[in-house]
């Protein structure tokens, strides 16, 4: 089946930085993919999406690039505030599904200092 | 405000019990999964349902089982619990969508974190 995977399970960043979080994965025909962002004591939470057909995508203070010719994804944070220290993880749609199963990373801790 | 709730925050289970873990939702969402996460593996599937009554596995059912009675309500049932089931069980739902996946709609509970002496 599919994998997802990330490439450092911890990152720390001054409050202010920009922060990259990379995941991995094996799929070639994998063509929606996600990030979700998970705080302490809460389920996680959707951030932001990406299709196959596109190299970027802009949120607020968020970006997800996605390069298919090595099967690579990325979640950029602008000016990382400490409210952005939380476990990110990236997941994939299971194209044979219409239920929208995800296959999830094993995810990022981020940490903000101040 | 939309919500999927889970009955326990935390629960402590020893080796052999039957475990029950629920979830309800009121977004009279379709799809309802259950997950498992344990760190440094991200979230695996268990279960997942898209009907009243019906069930999927998911990539790890074995220990577990499922039943879904109601359009709402999902529950995650462990047999006979055994220690390599300690870990934070998350319960998702999301509406079906005639094919199309908005994965902004798939809402996740806070979890159960689940000890099994």
């Known amino acids: 089946g599919e994998s997802v995977g990330l490439h450092l399970p911890t990152l720390s960043v001054q409050e202010g930085d920009n922060s990259i979080i990379n995941c991995a994965y094996s799929?070639?025909?994998?063509?929606?993919f996600i990030w979700y962002k998970q705080e302490s004591g809460k389920g996680p939470q959707f951030i932001i999406d990406i299709r196959s057909n596109m190299d970027k995508r802009q949120g607020q203070r968020v970006t997800v690039l996605l390069n298919k010719t090595v099967k690579h994804l990325s979640l950029q944070i602008a000016a990382t505030q400490p409210g952005d220290s939380a476990v990110y993880f990236c997941?994939?749609?299971?194209?044979?599904?219409?239920?929208?199963?995800?296959?999830f990373g094993r995810g990022t801790q981020l940490t903000v200092w101040p | 405000d939309v919500k999927v709730t889970q009955s326990s925050r935390y629960l402590v289970k020893r080796t052999g019990e039957k475990v029950f873990l629920e979830c309800v939702q009121d977004m009279d969402h379709e799809n309802m999964f259950w997950y498992r996460q344990d760190p440094g593996l991200g979230l695996r599937l268990i279960y997942f349902?898209?009907?009243?009554?019906?069930?999927e596995k998911g990539d790890i059912p074995e220990g577990y089982s499922v039943s879904r009675e109601k359009k709402e309500r999902f529950s995650l049932i462990l047999e006979s619990a055994s220690t390599n089931q300690t870990s934070m069980y998350l319960c998702a739902s999301s509406p079906q969508t005639s094919g199309r996946f908005s994965p902004d709609t798939q809402y996740f509970g806070p979890g159960t974190r689940l000890t099994v002496l």
């Open positions: 799929n070639s025909a994998s063509d929606y």
């Open positions: 997941a994939e749609i299971d194209r044979g599904s219409t239920l929208g199963r995800l296959y």
């Open positions: 349902s898209y009907d009243v009554k019906m069930k």
